[in-house]
Every structure is written in structure tokens, then in C-alpha cells.
Antibody
Framework: QVQLVESGGRLVKPGESLRLSCAAS????????MSWIRQAPGKGLEWVSY????????TYTDSVKGRFIISRDNAKNSLTLQMNSLRAEDTAVYYC?????????????WGQGTLVIVSS | DILMTQSPSSVSASVGDRVTITCRAS??????LAWYQQKPGRAPRLLIS???RLQSGVPSRFSGSGSGTDFTLTITSLQPEDFASYFC?????????FGQGTKVEV
């Protein structure tokens, strides 16, 4: 069955960098667009970034543009989010999610999330 | 950005009740709307896509309706496992945006 497993979240200080990973299995990873979505403690969901099935296009929400980089390795079935210049407001659980089949499909599978805490 | 506004933010209900949650988009999104259920400490689960298409495995007591700017998620005969938070999400245009959520509680 489809599995998405995130890793890499931890406590970091403001201004530091962190790399999140998502290991995918149970489906043909290279066929699907993928996204990172985050949820601050006790808050709602915020879409962060998106990457096409072959590595492009990529797009980002305004608050992370120029700081975060999404990438994927289809040979390794992995998705990555490189987060630089982290801020307190980036504190959240980060989910990787698969966009379903079809144009503008919603997120049909999600990982369990990895917690990033940005605090001095 | 398209603003998604859900109401109510929370609703108190009992097993067997009918619950209706509303989601309003700040501009016309046709039927590019999905509904998710999230339980504490868990990832969201997709319930409905294209405003009204029930996902495989989702009980038929869940239904969605609407188009344009106004959408509804209805749960008929609430079950104990339905106490959770519910989010709407638009995929009409980037950035994809979510409603702030509705918590269905006892």
C-alpha cells in the first residue's frame, strides 16, 4: 500500500538550516506530483511547496520563497525539502503529500509528519 | 490568494446527529474543492474531491455539495469515529489554500 514517511524534523535555532526527507513506497513515485504541507501547533494546514513528477515545475508559498527548496530523486523514491534561514514562524509539523490522479487533484495520501521547532 | 473561510469553527454534536459544515471561497473556484478529516496527532485523510466525489472507502454518510464559492460538507447520522476536525481545500489556483478547520466535538 501507499506509504509516505517523513524524517529530519528537530529543534533548530533561528537562522539555521534543516533538510526534511520523505520516503515513498507502494506506488510509482515518478508518476505523481508531490507537495509539502505544514501545520503549526494547534493551527490549520498551509501548503508550502509543490514539485512536478519529473522534478519540475516547482512552486512555493510566498513566505518560504528564496529560503526553501523542494527536490526529488525518482530513482530513490524520495522527496526533499531544504529549509534555510529558518524562522520561529516555520515551526510546524511538516507533511509530505501525494497529489492524486488527474489535473489539479487533491492530496490523496499523506505521511505522518515530522516536527520542526525553530527556537533559540 | 484565494481565501477559504469555514464555518462554524467548532460544532458540538451527538452520535446520530446531522452535521453541516460550510466552506466559502473568496472567488469562484468552480468545483475545485476537497474535504479532509483529521484526528488528533494524525495526518489528514481525503474524504471528498471535486466538491462532491466521495473517495473510495469513505462512508456514504459523508457528502459534499456546492460550486463556485459556496460549499457544504454534510455528515448524516454522526458516528463516534467522526469526531474530528474537517478542512476544505481549493485547487483552483496556486497557492493551494485550506480553510481554517471545523472541529466536531461532543
Amino acid at each position: 500500500q501507499v506509504q509516505l514517511v517523513e524524517s529530519g524534523g528537530r529543534l533548530v535555532k533561528p537562522g539555521e538550516s534543516l533538510r526534511l526527507s520523505c520516503a515513498a513506497s507502494g506506488f510509482t513515485f515518478s508518476d505523481y506530483y508531490m507537495s509539502w504541507i505544514r501545520q503549526a501547533p494547534g493551527k490549520g494546514l498551509e501548503w508550502v511547496s509543490y514539485i512536478g513528477s519529473r522534478g519540475g515545475p516547482t512552486t512555493y508559498t510566498d513566505s518560504v520563497k528564496g529560503r526553501f527548496i523542494i527536490s526529488r530523486d525518482n530513482a530513490k523514491n524520495s522527496l526533499t525539502l531544504q529549509m534555510n534561514s529558518l524562522r520561529a514562524e516555520d515551526t510546524a509539523v511538516y507533511y509530505c503529500a501525494r497529489e492524486g490522479d488527474g489535473y489539479k487533484a487533491p492530496f490523496d495520501w499523506w505521511g505522518q509528519g515530522t516536527l520542526v521547532i525553530v527556537s533559540s | 490568494d484565494i481565501l477559504m473561510t469555514q464555518s462554524p469553527s467548532s460544532v458540538s454534536a451527538s452520535v446520530g446527529d446531522r452535521v453541516t459544515i460550510t466552506c466559502r471561497a473568496s472567488q469562484d473556484i468552480d468545483t475545485w474543492l476537497a474535504w479532509y478529516q483529521q484526528k488528533p496527532g494524525r495526518a489528514p485523510r481525503l474524504l471528498i474531491s471535486d466538491a462532491s466525489r466521495l473517495q473510495s472507502g469513505v462512508p456514504s454518510r459523508f457528502s459534499g455539495s456546492g460550486s463556485g464559492t459556496d460549499f457544504t460538507l454534510t455528515i448524516t447520522s454522526l458516528q463516534p469515529e467522526d469526531f474530528a476536525s474537517y478542512f476544505c481545500q481549493q485547487s483552483h489556483s496556486f497557492p493551494w489554500t485550506f480553510g481554517q478547520g471545523t472541529k466536531v466535538e461532543v
